[in-house]
């Protein structure tokens, strides 16, 4: 008797939900309009016009006299580096 009272409260409630739901299709809700017209906001012509900045050259890259010290000494600091590696390798384990 009692699991024939617990269905029958059971019973009651999922029919009481389905009793509050709607029969709206979500898909109908959505229509072509509301999707596109943020999308066709957003294409809307620029009647701008691009402004040339002063500053900005061509040849923004450094000059290769400027570059070659500092590329002599990383050089040279790559390959001490190296030979305290060798010298740490060739030396024993205590």
């Not at 012509?45 to 000494?73: C, R």
């Amino acid at each position: 008797m009692r699991k024939a009272a617990c269905l029958f409260v059971l019973a009651g409630a999922a029919l009481t939900l389905a009793a509050c739901g709607s029969a709206d299709d979500a898909s109908t809700e959505a229509s072509a309009d509301t999707v596109e017209m943020p999308a066709d906001a957003a294409l809307a012509p620029i009647s701008e016009e691009p402004v040339a900045d002063p500053s900005a050259t061509a040849t923004d890259a450094p000059d290769a006299e400027a570059t070659a010290p500092a590329a002599e000494q990383a050089g040279d600091a790559a390959a001490d580096v190296a030979a305290e590696a060798v010298a740490a390798a060739e030396t024993p384990a205590e």
